[in-house]
């Protein structure tokens, strides 16, 4: 079953908005959740990431809060730009175990920024 | 090189052939992975190469697929007897040392699609 689940499928944000993208777990060993944005016809490539000691991380625009408790992370993207449109995808990790540095991954999100 | 590379980025098959997809890592990375995306889908974890060893093949959906590494270098993912669920794009990441905080650099990707 998806051991990581991401909402929205899809959103729609105006240019300078706020786009924000939850995720979710179960698995208690989960200890690294990296965001990862992919362009089409490309790979993803790693956006920012967090280790669940800390509830928020932020790079320029965007930011990881972390929610221990419930399990929950989300990205935050301020003052979106018609260049953030793309697939955004949520993940964890495990590390330690045989399963060493496996990403499990959201569904994605694709976000389209209107100028 | 300068990144992670696969080839062919595009495979046409007919049902019931085999095909390799080959992957060539960031020179020095020692972990090496491979993911299936599926049209609308997350990334699903394959395989997992910490040099020419698989510890995670736990990913492989059916024997028919199989995937070996040459050292710390070059790895193929083969498909027997190819069927159309087989159709997906196929990524290959490589990352430092496979750790859990490692970044994971993803290839293009190989388009798979099975008629």
């Known amino acids: 079953q998806q051991q990581v689940k991401q909402s929205p499928q899809s959103l729609i944000v105006q240019k300078g908005g706020i786009s924000i993208i939850n995720c979710a777990y179960e698995n208690t060993a989960f200890d690294y959740f990296p965001w990862y944005q992919q362009f089409p016809g490309k790979g993803p490539a790693l956006l920012i990431a967090?280790?669940?000691?800390?509830s928020e991380k932020k790079e320029g625009r965007f930011t990881i809060s972390f929610n221990k408790s419930a399990k929950q992370f989300s990205l935050h993207i301020m003052d979106s730009q018609p260049g953030d449109s793309a697939t955004y995808f949520c993940a964890a990790s495990i590390g330690r175990g045989s399963t060493l540095g496996r990403l499990y991954f959201g569904r994605g999100t694709q976000l389209t920024v209107w100028p | 090189g300068a990144g992670v590379s696969q080839s062919p980025s595009n495979k046409v098959t007919e049902k019931g052939k085999d095909v390799e997809l080959r992957c060539d890592p960031i020179s020095g990375h020692t972990a090496l992975y491979w993911y299936r995306q599926r049209l609308g889908q997350g990334l699903e974890f394959l395989i997992y190469?910490?040099?020419?060893?698989?510890?995670?093949k736990s990913g492989l959906p059916s024997d028919r697929f199989s995937a070996e590494r040459t050292g710390e270098s070059v790895s193929t993912l083969t498909i027997q007897r190819t069927q159309q669920e087989d159709s997906a794009v196929y990524l290959c990441?490589?990352?430092?040392?496979?750790?859990?905080?490692?970044?994971?650099?993803f290839g293009p990707g190989t388009r798979l699609t099975v008629l």
């Open positions: 190469f910490q040099g020419n060893s698989a510890p995670d």
């Open positions: 990441a490589s990352s430092l040392r496979g750790v859990a905080t490692d970044t994971q650099y």
């Open positions: 967090i280790r669940p000691d800390v």
